[in-house]
T-cell receptor, first 112, second 111 residues
Framework: DTAVSQTPKYLVTQMGNDKSIKCEQN?????MYWYKQDSKKFLKIMFS???????INETVPNRFSPKSPDKAHLNLHINSLELGDSAVYFC???????????FGQGTRLTVV | GESVGLHLPTLSVQEGDNSIINCAYS??????FIWYKQESGKGPQFIID?????DKRQGQRVTVLLNKTVKHLSLQIAATQPGDSAVYFC??????????FGDGTTLTVKP
């Protein structure tokens, strides 16, 4: 029973394409996140949703658009992919904004 | 904003020794601190946390120490085992809900 699951696990696509990554959590948590991890393992928060409402939106290009259809899902859509978007993207959830986060397995995005 | 840094990017220890991983943060308003372990090919996994009203917390083989005066956080792993080899991150959270992660320390345990 995966707590936080994201699909796909690997995504290889060409520059200029539009792609989506899906995330679902079955923990009943109120808060969900997207993180980006670069090749040097540096983790940076991109977005955070609490009860389907956007609460954190870091300096991320407008090409990235999160969507939360319900509390259990937070999807990430990326338009006009660029080489620099290549990274591992992690979805996470937490019971509240001030509790520990549970991470998914990550989606390795490679833009060629 | 918050900056979070780890003192050493890599740490190599002998199996059975104790490991100490250090983290420094900049924002005195930070009130929640978390250590995560990330194994290769996996997402970060929660190890232990501590809130700003405490200065020490112990788990199974792990201890987190918080020194708010110098804005320093450390993770101590007792009797380090090969399965402890991973990248360790500290995360610092303000009550606004924003988490800032440190750069990560790669722990290698030699048999």
């Amino acid at each position: 029973d995966t707590a936080v699951s994201q699909t796909p696990k690997y995504l290889v696509t060409q520059m200029g394409n539009d792609k989506s990554i899906k995330c679902e959590q079955n923990l009943g948590h109120d808060t969900m996140y997207w993180y980006k991890q670069d090749s040097k393992k540096f983790l940076k928060i991109m977005f955070s949703y609490n009860n389907k409402e956007l609460i954190i939106n870091e300096t991320v290009p407008n090409r990235f658009s999160p969507k939360s259809p319900d509390k259990a899902h937070l999807n990430l859509h990326i338009n006009s992919l660029e080489l620099g978007d290549s990274a591992v993207y992690f979805c996470a959830s937490s019971q509240a904004v001030s509790t520990e986060a549970f991470f998914g397995q990550g989606t390795r995005l490679t833009v060629v | 904003g918050e900056s979070v840094g780890l003192h050493l990017p890599t740490l190599s220890v002998q199996e059975g020794d104790n490991s100490i991983i250090n983290c420094a943060y900049s924002n005195s308003a930070s009130d929640y601190f978390i250590w995560y372990k990330q194994e290769s090919g996996k997402g970060p996994q929660f190890i232990i946390d501590i809130r700003s009203n405490m200065d020490k917390r112990q788990g199974q083989r792990v201890t987190v120490l918080l020194n708010k005066t110098v804005k320093h956080l450390s993770l101590q792993i007792a009797a380090t085992q090969p399965g402890d080899s991973a990248v360790y991150f500290c995360a610092v959270r303000t009550n606004a809900g924003k988490s800032t992660f440190g750069d990560g320390t790669t722990l290698t345990v030699k048999p």
